[in-house]
């Protein structure tokens, strides 16, 4: 079936026009800056790349109501959302949650998907190994903090705690301690390949114009697949700036 000349001419236009949108979404400067300032912020929590268990524990040293979970973590980097994600399977609080930074305000968010699947969102900054965060008064008038501590390569800790509005002191609601599941993943600065995306250490390779590299998750992976020019191009840039440190 052919078309009238006109149609044709307005059918290639709105072709042409998306073909613009898509490539400024794909350039958006913006959005790669938010993605670098994202992988620079977190660099102190690359530590938590890869699959752990956890015991968490109501009331410190007493196993009533403890329960066991699994949790794996993975740097996520898509236009609207940059940062680590972190899944859990078999948890009582949480079912995941996306560790990010605001640049802006210069404090870390963590927005936490509860188990009815509302979402629950934390800010606050780093005390050496200590991510503190807390949320704004909710609708029972209560607020909540979470206090996630890198105590090693090896192990993490969680712990929750809320109070009343009204209350100036936090009560415990539990605490997670997790170990990691199998080998290291993701240290920043550890012996072996670096992972071209964040800077970790490098566990799954892949290839480029017949070149192969390595990332540190299967985030990692799909933003390298996504623009692999691009990822190279700034990994380039990281080392160069990192040579001129020296």
């Known amino acids: 079936m052919r078309f009238p000349s006109r ?3 307005t059918l290639w236009l709105a072709v042409i026009s998306l073909g ?4 400024i979404l794909a350039d958006d400067p913006n959005i790669e800056s938010a993605k670098l300032a994202s992988i620079q912020a977190l660099q102190e929590f690359n530590v938590l790349i890869g699959g752990w268990r956890g015991v968490g524990q109501p ?4 196993q009533t109501g403890a329960w066991q979970e699994r949790a794996e973590s993975l740097w996520e980097l898509k236009p609207k959302s940059q940062g680590i994600r972190w899944n859990v399977d078999a948890g009582k609080h949480w079912k995941s949650s996306l560790l ?3 640049e802006s305000k210069k404090s870390y968010v963590l927005v ?3 188990l009815d699947d509302t979402l629950r969102t934390y800010r606050g900054k780093l ?3 200590r991510l503190i965060l807390e949320t704004e008064v909710d609708e029972q008038k209560e607020i909540h903090r979470a206090t996630l501590s890198v105590l090693n390569d090896n192990r993490v800790t969680l712990l929750l705690e809320k109070r009343p509005e009204q209350q100036s002191f936090f009560t415990r609601v539990a605490e997670i301690g997790y170990q990691r599941d199998g080998t290291r993943l993701a240290v920043a600065g550890s012996a072996g390949p670096e992972c071209v995306v964040t800077g970790g250490l490098g566990t799954i390779t892949v290839a480029h114009k017949g070149k192969t590299y390595y990332v540190c998750c299967t985030g990692c992976r799909e933003a390298f697949n996504d623009d692999p020019e691009g990822v190279l191009a700034d990994y380039q840039k990281r080392k160069e700036a990192e040579k001129a440190k020296k």
């Open 127 to 129: 005390d050496e190994k």
């Open 59 to 62: 009331k410190r040293g007493s």
């Open 20 to 23: 613009m949108v898509f490539s």
């Open 7 to 9: 149609i044709r001419r």
């Open 100 to 102: 990010s930074y605001d």
């Open 112 to 114: 936490v998907k509860l």
